[in-house]
């Protein structure tokens, strides 16, 4: 092979629905308005930073209270999010 094409998802991506693209092979997330549309940015970013730390071992899940939380692969709970970024 002489080169190989990478694969990018495109559209209507935020840290909670990001896993199952990542886990299908996905090799670049293309997340602009989940981050420049967002009411902060800096959070958004922070948002993908934690998904993209606890991609190998954890899971991003929805609480009661509208926030996140991600969950360790032994189903500790690490660390809440308030909200995701997303349009």
Do not use: H, S
Not at 23 to 47: E, I, K, Q
Request: charge should be negative; proline fraction near 7%; aromatic fraction near 8%.
């Amino acid at each position: 092979t002489l080169f190989t094409i990478p694969c990018v998802a495109v559209g209507g991506i935020t840290p909670a629905n990001a896993k199952p693209l990542v886990d299908a092979g996905a090799d670049f997330l293309a997340v602009c308005n989940a981050v420049w549309g967002a009411d902060d940015p800096p959070a958004a970013v922070a948002a993908f930073t934690l998904f993209f730390d606890a991609a190998e071992r954890a899971r991003i899940e929805a609480v009661e209270d509208g926030g996140y939380v991600i969950v360790d692969g032994d189903g500790t709970r690490q660390t809440l999010i308030r909200e995701l970024a997303g349009p």
